[in-house]
């Protein structure tokens, strides 16, 4: 279940790191989009940016 943060409700969690595809990912810093690989030790943000479904 998601739980509400900063208003926002984080995403689904993303499985693999787009930099070295290990899975090794923890919520990181107060944006709830933040990541960081405890692999390569690298920080990114996902955002969804739309699904691709258009609207009549």
């Known amino acids: 279940m998601t739980e509400p943060t900063h208003g926002r409700q984080r995403q689904a969690p993303p499985f693999h790191c787009p930099y070295c595809a290990e ?10 989009d933040g990541w960081h ?3 390569c030790l690298r920080t990114f943000t996902v955002h969804l940016t ?7």
Do not use: F, K, N, S
């Not at 899975?23 to 709830?32: I, N, R, V, Y």
């Not at 739309?50 to 009549?56: C, N, Y």
């Open 50 to 56: 739309g699904t691709g479904v258009q609207r009549p």
């Open 23 to 32: 899975e090794d990912l923890t919520p990181h810093g107060d944006d709830p």
């Open 37 to 39: 690989c405890g692999a």
